[in-house]
């Protein structure tokens, strides 16, 4: 399992890790960060996403961790 507590604090890495997202929620966060060009990492671990939401981010952002 990898070690988050180095990327605790960086800035292009969003941590949702854990925060019970679905479907839904995970086309609306993939969709309110398509402007933002500061978060390259986005962390979605042990969340809900389904395949709509994974086909959202294998589309939409640079690197899925």
Do not use: F
């Not at 604090?9 to 949702?16: E, G, I, R, T």
């Not at 925060?19 to 671990?45: A, C, V, Y």
């Amino acid at each position: 399992e990898r070690d988050w507590s180095s990327d605790v604090c960086s800035s292009d890495l969003l941590n949702m890790r854990n925060n019970t997202i679905g479907e839904i929620g995970s086309i609306s966060l993939i969709e309110s960060l398509k402007s933002n060009t500061t978060i390259t990492k986005l962390d979605l671990t042990r969340n809900w996403i389904g395949d709509a939401g994974a086909t959202s981010l294998s589309v939409d952002r640079k690197s899925v961790v």
